[in-house]
């Protein structure tokens, strides 16, 4: 996995350097809704065969679909810009981005939201390859690359996948040597040091002490050149460590007695990363040794480290905190840190920052506060989002952000599933507003200098009527010298309409 500490300009590039372009907005005209700017569009690329639609990605549009009617205090508004939308070239960290949209692409746009580059296939999430990881060659992704014969969808559908160049060009492919003839990688996955690959997949079978009924359980497999498995761990052999409650037990055996069986597993583990090099290991915490893993469970509201020799988790945060059910609404609203963590529910990409990143360290983490838990923890009524920064020895949050932190009700940025955050060289944080596709950059007071909205939705039919969605499971900032030298790009400033400012219209005579 490429480090967020090398997001920095290339050789001779600096992040200040621009070509022209021609604009690529193809869901929105060049100008619209008060943004505004000179371009021209480019044909659209070609469209990406129809063999390469996956249940995976169907089964998530699905999803999405049904959670619409939960989530309407928040839905979308009728008519809105896509593509960038705000961009401060002077306070932003300038990247390329890259992301796997639902229209079944993994698109590489950059910061005026021009795309530079697409590969027809999608990825849970598209992962970008450090060229010092592949002889240092620029522009390789890990995608998935067919799927299979389960019907069940989700983390069931996924039959091969693979390493790609920027051509397109399929340089490894492993699936059909998996257990069961296929790889099911779903939610995350890596390029290691030794050329290994690290995937989180599923194994579909029951758990003891659970049911006796199938279930989807998660392993991660450590898969080398030649698709040998050279390690696994799986999750079902260590459920007495994940901290779950005698109550939270019987609360999970009595869902999985009385539902069909889950497509998106029974913990739902969506995040799979290398702690690597960081100052509590230097300091003699075995813990947090950097080759050891971190993983966090949805659906369990836990986040864990597993010890790679032991296979043991030896180190975790939650399922269960501290504080009164009864004042739920207050953690979106406190804004007094350092204080305890309080109550994670839904999170996704839980990650140690880098060193060499402000915060290195520190756990970041999308607390996506969605509906979790065994049993399940207590959500506000003004549902809402957050972004937690937090020291891993104390289990203090240490910096926070909220949709007040913008200058807007808390309610206002809120994803319930999907979603991550990364910290930036210059102490901003990407944000990935998943299940809007609403990427943005902030400082750390809160401030939006950067925004983008997904142009590359999926159109699904239900009841006969298409149905729009922009959801983006991840987004990862890309350093400019990660693609090929001389891929163009532009960094022109953005400026967004003055909400405060706008007419108030006048009242008929």
Same mark, same amino acid.
């Given at each position: 996995m490429l480090p967020d500490a090398h997001l920095a300009p290339g050789p001779g590039q600096s992040p200040d350097e621009t070509t022209p372009l021609s604009c690529v907005h193809h869901h929105r005209p060049c100008q619209s809704a008060g943004v505004a700017r000179s371009c021209t569009k480019s044909p659209p690329l070609p469209a990406k065969p129809s063999a390469v639609s996956l249940p995976f990605s169907a089964a998530l549009a699905a999803l999405a679909l049904l959670l619409a009617a939960a989530t309407a205090a928040h839905a979308e508004v009728s008519v809105f810009p896509t593509g960038t939308t705000i961009y401060d070239p002077a306070r932003a960290y300038g990247s390329f981005l890259c992301f796997s949209a639902l229209d079944g692409n993994t698109h590489v746009v950059d910061m005026d939201g021009h795309e530079v580059h697409r590969w027809p296939f999608p990825g849970v999430p598209g992962e970008i390859i450090d060229p010092a990881l592949v002889g240092g060659k620029r522009g390789h992704v890990l995608l998935q690359l067919s799927s299979g014969p389960d019907q069940r969808g989700g983390i069931f559908s996924n039959r091969t996948v693979g390493e790609l160049d920027w051509d397109g060009?399929?340089?490894?492919?492993?699936?059909?040597?998996?257990?069961?003839?296929?790889?099911?990688?779903?939610?995350?996955?890596? &390029?290691l040091a030794n050329g290994h690959t690290l995937l989180l997949v599923t194994i579909p079978h029951a758990v003891k002490g659970l049911s006796g009924k199938e279930v989807g359980d998660q392993a991660i497999y450590e898969v080398d050149q030649n698709g040998s498995i050279a390690w696994q761990w799986v999750a079902g052999d260590h459920l007495d460590e994940f901290g779950f409650s005698p109550e939270g037990i019987r609360y999970l055996q009595e869902r999985i007695e009385r539902n069909p069986i889950e497509i998106w597993g029974y913990l739902e583990i969506n995040n799979l990363k290398v702690l690597?090099?960081?100052?509590? %290991?230097?300091?003699?915490?075995?813990? %947090?040794?950097?080759?050891?893993? @971190?993983?966090?469970?949805?659906?369990?509201?836990?986040?864990?480290?597993?010890?790679?020799?032991?296979?043991?988790?030896?180190? &975790?945060?939650?399922?269960?905190?501290?504080?009164?059910? %009864?004042?739920?609404?207050?953690? @979106?609203?406190?804004?007094?840190?350092?204080?305890?963590?309080?109550?994670?529910?839904?999170?996704?990409?839980?990650? @140690? $920052?880098?060193?060499?990143?402000?915060?290195?360290?520190?756990?970041?983490?999308?607390?996506?506060?969605?509906?979790?838990?065994?049993?399940?923890?207590?959500?506000?009524?003004?549902?809402?989002?957050?972004? @937690?920064? $937090?020291?891993?020895?104390?289990?203090?949050?240490?910096?926070?952000?909220?949709?007040?932190?913008?200058?807007?009700?808390?309610?206002?940025?809120?994803?319930?599933?999907?979603?991550?955050?990364? &910290?930036?060289?210059?102490?901003?944080?990407? $944000?990935?507003?998943?299940?809007?596709? &609403?990427?943005?950059?902030?400082?750390?007071?809160?401030?939006?200098?950067?925004?983008?909205? +997904?142009?590359?939705?999926?159109? +699904?039919?239900?009841?006969?009527?298409?149905?729009?969605?922009?959801?983006?499971?991840?987004?990862?900032?890309?350093?400019?010298?990660?693609?090929?030298?001389?891929?163009?790009?532009?960094?022109?400033a953005v400026v967004p309409v003055d909400q405060n400012g706008a007419p108030v219209p006048a009242k008929l005579p």
């Open positions: 060009a399929t340089l490894w492919e492993w699936g059909s040597q998996a257990p069961g003839g296929a790889a099911r990688q779903n939610h995350d996955w890596a &390029r690597g090099p960081n100052r509590w %290991f230097d300091g003699g915490d075995q813990r %947090f040794n950097p080759d050891n893993l @971190l993983i966090d469970s949805r659906k369990g509201n836990v986040i864990a480290i597993i010890e790679r020799t032991s296979g043991k988790i030896v180190w &975790r945060l939650g399922p269960y905190f501290s504080g009164s059910e %009864f004042v739920q609404d207050h953690r @979106l609203y406190n804004r007094n840190v350092p204080r305890p963590v309080d109550q994670l529910s839904g999170q996704h990409d839980a990650h @140690l $920052i880098p060193k060499g990143l402000p915060g290195a360290g520190d756990l970041l983490v999308f607390d996506d506060q969605g509906g979790a838990g065994f049993p399940p923890a207590a959500l506000g009524i003004y549902a809402g989002s957050r972004i @937690l920064e $937090i020291n891993p020895q104390t289990n203090d949050i240490v910096w926070q952000y909220t949709g007040e932190d913008s200058g807007r009700p808390v309610w206002s940025f809120y994803s319930s599933f999907v979603s991550n955050a990364r &910290r930036l060289p210059n102490g901003n944080t990407l $944000i990935d507003e998943g299940m809007y596709g &609403r990427f943005f950059q902030v400082t750390p007071g809160g401030d939006i200098v950067w925004e983008y909205v +997904n142009p590359y939705p999926g159109i +699904n039919i239900v009841n006969g009527k298409s149905v729009v969605n922009r959801l983006v499971y991840r987004v990862q900032p890309v350093p400019y010298d990660w693609l090929p030298a001389g891929t163009p790009h532009t960094q022109d």
